[in-house]
T-cell receptor, first 114, second 108 residues
Framework: KAGVTQTPRYLIKTRGQQVTLSCSPI?????VSWYQQTPGQGLQFLFE???????NKGNFPGRFSGRQFSNSRSEMNVSTLELGDSALYLC?????????????FGNGTRLTVT | KNEVEQSPQNLTAQEGEFITINCSYS?????LHWLQQHPGGGIVSLFM???GKKKHGRLIATINIQEKHSSLHITASHPRDSAVYIC??????????FGTGTSLTVIP
């Protein structure tokens, strides 16, 4: 089975721009969750989608949004980028929602905002 | 106060030593996850626990629900175990809370 695929792997953007990141889950997994990892804050939960519905969202501003498609692929969007948005963005897929089954992580997208 | 606290932050061990990493949490959980992250970023899920104890090879994870505490043990540590270990709590309200991680270095 193919693992979780995140694209692109690296991205450089300028302040004020917007960015869209993609996550393709393991086949059969209906949950996709997104995380931001920075040296200062560590791993932080962004949001989780299950069967195209957002189950919950972490403590992030409205500039961070996401969606999930009927094939379970998910995208996250960050608008009006700020320097502090530079981070590794990880997604994880699982069979059940809410962390009730093991998480399978992608390799992440490293976003640099200049 | 962080919902998930891990200790120690850094750990250096000699090859073959028994290692324990501790995790305390203050939220209600649906499950407790132990994750491993190697340099370069990739994260692997080691264990998912809601009660008791699980074992996989040289790794053992335990959880005490009443005390809101979990431990990850590595027996007969090896240099390839060098990584950051992260404790994560998933709550019934579909939130995830992460510890700050324990950086483990195993010296040959």
């Amino acid at each position: 089975k193919a693992g979780v695929t995140q694209t692109p792997r690296y991205l450089i953007k300028t302040r004020g721009q917007q960015v869209t990141l993609s996550c393709s889950p393991i086949s059969g997994h209906r949950s996709v969750s997104w995380y931001q990892q920075t040296p200062g804050q560590g791993l932080q939960f962004l949001f989780e989608y299950f069967s195209e519905t957002q189950r919950n969202k972490g403590n992030f501003p409205g500039r961070f949004s996401g969606r999930q498609f009927s094939n379970s692929r998910s995208e996250m969007n960050v608008s009006t980028l700020e320097l502090g948005d530079s981070a590794l963005y990880l997604c994880a897929s699982s069979t059940l929602t809410g962390g009730a089954s093991p998480l399978h992580f992608g390799n992440g997208t490293r976003l640099t905002v200049t | 106060k962080n919902e998930v606290e891990q200790s120690p932050q850094n750990l250096t061990a000699q090859e073959g030593e028994f290692i324990t990493i501790n995790c305390s949490y203050s939220v209600g959980i649906s499950a407790l996850h132990w994750l491993q992250q190697h340099p370069g970023g990739g994260i692997v899920s080691l264990f998912m626990l809601s009660s008791g104890k699980k074992k996989h090879g040289r790794l053992i994870a335990t959880i005490n629900i009443q005390e809101k505490h979990s431990s990850l043990h590595i027996t007969a540590s090896h240099p390839r175990d060098s990584a950051v270990y992260i404790c994560a709590a998933s709550s019934p309200s579909y939130q995830f809370y992460f510890g700050t991680g324990t950086s483990l270095t195993v010296i040959p």
